[in-house]
């Protein structure tokens, strides 16, 4: 293990108790271009970590390349896997997303299951980590691939929480607004009904302003898409979530 990696390898449950100490994350995309100097600037921003992962053109390879260009800096690093193919080595963990309002049973156990089928012993489970995901945005690319139910009411919102926080007992419930910013008084809601699980909000922070209301709203605040389109506007974020008091 890096000692500067803020995920401890040597037990699993360790690292889940660090990334719930995690405010803000950058997550970025495999598939789309980074140039250095940017790529810089994310890295060393204050984030708390950077996630690396996409809904779709995740490969082996420019997930391999893309983590290279992070381990020159000390950020930690993990992957959140989209596809098995790209289940690349060396990151300081592995977040395996579970989408609790999928159309099909493909994207809530189908696809996992195959995949631990398929890596077997060659599984880290010490850094592996799943994500009770609830999509919100239907316009998103990840409510398309997986036909997510998004027109839902903050009743069934909740449900899907409770069942991932209660009776699954996954360490992060996700709500995902992926390029929209959400309903924060629905995600202060799940938030404070959470039990055991911590509360990742991403979608359409664009801004310092919008990251302080999502960080008083959710645990952690994830920033993806403003990285490649309002650089300035998105390293803000970093501050503002870190300035903003943590909700309990
Ligand atoms: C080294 C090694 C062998 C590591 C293995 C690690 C490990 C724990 C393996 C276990 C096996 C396993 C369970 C693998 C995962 C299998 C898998 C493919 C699961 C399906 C995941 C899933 C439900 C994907 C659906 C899409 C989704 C929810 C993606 C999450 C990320 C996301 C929403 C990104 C946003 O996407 P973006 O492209 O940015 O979207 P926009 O267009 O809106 O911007
Ligand atoms: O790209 P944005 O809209 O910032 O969303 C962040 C993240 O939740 C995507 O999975
Ligand atoms: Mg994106």
């Given at each position: 293990m890096q000692e500067s990696s803020g995920v401890d390898r040597v037990n699993g449950r360790a690292a889940e108790r660090q990334l719930r100490e995690w405010r803000h994350l950058f997550k970025l995309d495999p598939d789309r271009e980074i140039s250095d100097s940017a790529l810089d600037a994310v890295c060393r921003s204050g984030t708390d970590a950077v996630i690396v992962g996409g809904s779709?053109?995740?490969?082996y390879d420019n997930t391999t390349d893309l983590l290279a260009r992070i381990r020159r800096y000390e950020v930690p690093c993990v992957l959140e896997l989209s596809s098995a193919e790209a289940a690349v080595p060396g990151f300081d963990a592995y977040l395996v997303p579970i989408v609790?309002?999928?159309?099909?049973?493909e994207w809530i156990a189908g696809r996992q299951a195959e995949a631990i089928a398929a890596y077997g012993s060659m599984?880290?489970?010490?850094?592996a980590v799943g994500e009770g995901y609830i999509i919100l945005n239907g316009g998103s690319t990840a409510a398309k691939l997986t036909g997510a139910r998004t027109e839902i009411g903050e009743r069934d919102v909740l449900a899907y929480a409770r069942l991932a926080d209660r009776l699954m007992r996954l360490p992060i419930v996700y709500l995902e607004y992926s390029g929209r910013f959400g309903d924060m008084r629905l995600v202060e809601r799940v938030r404070a009904d959470l039990q055991g699980a911590r509360l990742f909000y991403g979608g359409g922070v664009t801004d310092a302003e919008r990251a302080r209301l999502a960080a008083a709203a959710a645990h952690t605040v994830v920033v993806g898409n403003a990285i490649y389109e309002r650089l300035d506007d998105a390293l803000a974020t970093v501050a503002a979530v870190k300035e903003t008091p943590a909700p309990a």
């Amino acid at each position: 293990m890096q000692e500067s990696s803020g995920v401890d390898r040597v037990n699993g449950r360790a690292a889940e108790r660090q990334l719930r100490e995690w405010r803000h994350l950058f997550k970025l995309d495999p598939d789309r271009e980074i140039s250095d100097s940017a790529l810089d600037a994310v890295c060393r921003s204050g984030t708390d970590a950077v996630i690396v992962g996409g809904s779709t053109g995740v490969t082996y390879d420019n997930t391999t390349d893309l983590l290279a260009r992070i381990r020159r800096y000390e950020v930690p690093c993990v992957l959140e896997l989209s596809s098995a193919e790209a289940a690349v080595p060396g990151f300081d963990a592995y977040l395996v997303p579970i989408v609790l309002n999928a159309g099909s049973a493909e994207w809530i156990a189908g696809r996992q299951a195959e995949a631990i089928a398929a890596y077997g012993s060659m599984i880290p489970w010490d850094t592996a980590v799943g994500e009770g995901y609830i999509i919100l945005n239907g316009g998103s690319t990840a409510a398309k691939l997986t036909g997510a139910r998004t027109e839902i009411g903050e009743r069934d919102v909740l449900a899907y929480a409770r069942l991932a926080d209660r009776l699954m007992r996954l360490p992060i419930v996700y709500l995902e607004y992926s390029g929209r910013f959400g309903d924060m008084r629905l995600v202060e809601r799940v938030r404070a009904d959470l039990q055991g699980a911590r509360l990742f909000y991403g979608g359409g922070v664009t801004d310092a302003e919008r990251a302080r209301l999502a960080a008083a709203a959710a645990h952690t605040v994830v920033v993806g898409n403003a990285i490649y389109e309002r650089l300035d506007d998105a390293l803000a974020t970093v501050a503002a979530v870190k300035e903003t008091p943590a909700p309990a």
